[in-house]
Structure formats: structure tokens, C-alpha cells
């Protein structure tokens, strides 16, 4: 393994300086995208989809929980599988506590296609305690492209979507798959991606994760 080139104090001081400038140039053009992604346009979500979870059926307008905002996080579980997809595992890993998203109005789902009988004994081994639905009864994934075809048979995606509410109307707002979910898991990195962004109404400071009034 090679090792950085070892150098005084003064010297990586200097070093440090130079990359700085470049990390502040990457966090502003940064910046710039999260406000052109909130003005992407949104698209109204059609169809019933019909969702399985702990508390039996759910809508996809159940899932916000009344909040505003859902973020849904599509973790391979294929139908067939006994458990779901490793990197999608680590990747729900990193989701913080969701009492800081649903104080900014949001709610975050994972949804697989598996049947719910197959999601709870795995959820339960992993320890998580987020929301975990199963569209196999719905073009869900398929619709939102977390499913593909390819050379005839059906290919899982990790993906996050993002969805926003207005009453009793859905629309989808924003995707992302594959490669394009490095460096999110955070609260932050997950609102970056929503129309209301970090501040969606209803929001609040941040504060400990016991401490929001729900």
C-alpha cells in the first residue's frame, strides 16, 4: 500500500489550504445543482398502488404519513430471494434517525419488491426500525424504473425517489439509481434531494432526536 508523502507541519498546512479551495468550489457548485434539482418539474402520480406492510394495506398517499414530503428508498428484495441486497443494506445503514426528517415534514419508506412475509423476518434480523412496504402487487418499481427489463428477465435498481404532497394529489418530483446513491444516507444528502429541500414548512432546528415535539 502507498503511503502519503510524509512532510512538516508548515507544508501540509499549505497543502491543506490549496484543497480547501477546491472542496469550497465543489460545495458551492454543489449549491448551484440542489436549487436547479428543485426546480426540476414534477409529474402527478396516476395510479392505486397498493403497498403491504406491518399494518396490512397502504396507498402510496399513506405512506407520507401525512407529512408533505416522502422520500422512498427502493432496496433489491426481488420476489424469489431469500434476503435483500447487500449494498442496499449498507446503504440503509446510514440513514440517521428519521425523527430529523419527519420534523422537516418528510417521511422515508423503503419499498422491495418482495412479499411482505419475506421483508419482516429480515428487517427484523438487521435491527432497523424504518418503514419497509411491498409493491408486489403494483407496477411500482417498474413504473418508477427501481425494475427493469433486461434480456427478458426482470433487474432490480437501488434507487431513492422522491415524492411530494398537495392534498390528496401524489406527484414524483425526483429519481436517482445505482452509482447515484454514493454519499447519500444523511438527512441532509436526503432533503438536498426533495422539491422543499432542507426547509420544508413545518420545519424546525436541529435538536436531539427526542427532543422534536411530535
Known amino acids: ?24 468550489a465543489v460545495r458551492r457548485a454543489r449549491e448551484v445543482l440542489d436549487a436547479e434539482r428543485r426546480r426540476l418539474p414534477m409529474v402527478e402520480v396516476d395510479p392505486d398502488y397498493v403497498f403491504e406492510g406491518g399494518d396490512g394495506k397502504a396507498t402510496l398517499l399513506d405512506l407520507f404519513e401525512g407529512r408533505a414530503q416522502l422520500v422512498v428508498h427502493h432496496f433489491r428484495f426481488a420476489p424469489e430471494w431469500g434476503t435483500g441486497c447487500a449494498c ?37 434480523r438487521m435491527g432497523w426500525a424504518v418503514p419497509w412496504y411491498s409493491s408486489c402487487h403494483s407496477d411500482f418499481n417498474r413504473d418508477l ?18 415524492f411530494l404532497r398537495d392534498h390528496d394529489r401524489v406527484f414524483h418530483t425526483y429519481s436517482v439509481y445505482d452509482d447515484g446513491l454514493d454519499g447519500l444516507g444523511t438527512t441532509t444528502a436526503l432533503l438536498d434531494l426533495t422539491a422543499l429541500g432542507r426547509s420544508p414548512a413545518g420545519s424546525d432546528r436541529l435538536r436531539l432526536h427526542d427532543e422534536y415535539d411530535h
Open 145 to 162: 424504473g427501481a425494475t427493469v427489463e433486461s434480456g427478458g428477465d426482470l433487474v432490480e435498481r437501488p434507487g431513492v425517489s422522491c
Open 1 to 24: 500500500m502507498s503511503l502519503p508523502e510524509i512532510v512538516s507541519r508548515e507544508q501540509w498546512r499549505a497543502a491543506r489550504e490549496e484543497l480547501l479551495h477546491k472542496e469550497e
Open 88 to 124: 442496499c443494506s449498507a446503504f440503509l445503514d446510514q440513514v440517521g434517525h428519521l425523527a430529523h426528517l419527519r420534523a422537516r415534514n418528510t417521511s422515508f419508506t423503503a419499498v422491495s419488491r418482495a412479499p411482505f412475509t419475506r421483508i419482516l423476518p429480515f428487517k427484523a
